[in-house]
């Protein structure tokens, strides 16, 4: 897969954009949260058909809500590749695969995930 810096960037503004909107919407307590989930865009997945990825520890909400060493990696050459140059797809896949991610930050399994719509 050909590494385009500028798709790099502009999926990551694309994530930018939808966190600051999340955050714009969400209550006080799920601001905050939103706040300390660290977001990064990576072009390469290691496992090649995926779209992102949530490694570390869920939030335990009933824990002070703090987050350890936890990372959401939102993989960009992918997502990309399946969209086919459709820019409204490559923004709804990001959208549903970072809502996916922050579900699993969230502590949600595929199941809970689903009935969301974010699977
Ligand atoms: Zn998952």
Same mark, same amino acid.
């Given at each position: 897969?050909? /590494?385009? @810096?500028?798709?790099?960037? /502009? #999926?990551?503004?694309?994530?930018? #954009?939808?966190?600051?909107?999340?955050? &714009?919407? &969400?209550?006080? @307590?799920? &601001?905050?949260?939103?706040?300390? +989930?660290?977001?990064? #865009?990576?072009?390469?997945?290691?496992?090649?058909?995926? =779209?992102?990825?949530?490694?570390?520890?869920?939030?335990? !909400?009933?824990?002070?809500?703090?987050?350890? $060493?936890?990372?959401?990696? +939102? =993989? $960009? *050459?992918?997502?990309? &590749?399946?969209?086919? *140059?459709?820019?409204?797809?490559?923004?709804? !896949?990001? /959208?549903?695969?970072? !809502?996916?991610?922050?579900?699993? =930050?969230?502590?949600?399994?595929? $199941?809970?995930?689903?009935?969301?719509?974010?699977?």
């Amino acid at each position: 897969m050909e /590494h385009h @810096e500028g798709m790099q960037t /502009h #999926v990551e503004r694309l994530v930018e #954009v939808m966190l600051q909107d999340l955050r &714009a919407k &969400a209550s006080p @307590e799920f &601001a905050e949260i939103l706040e300390t +989930i660290p977001v990064r #865009v990576l072009w390469e997945s290691p496992e090649h058909d995926r =779209y992102g990825d949530f490694f570390g520890v869920p939030l335990d !909400m009933g824990n002070g809500g703090e987050a350890v $060493a936890s990372d959401i990696i +939102i =993989y $960009a *050459g992918p997502l990309l &590749a399946h969209s086919n *140059g459709d820019d409204q797809e490559l923004h709804r !896949m990001t /959208h549903k695969t970072l !809502m996916h991610e922050i579900g699993h =930050y969230l502590g949600l399994d595929h $199941a809970e995930l689903e009935k969301r719509g974010w699977n």
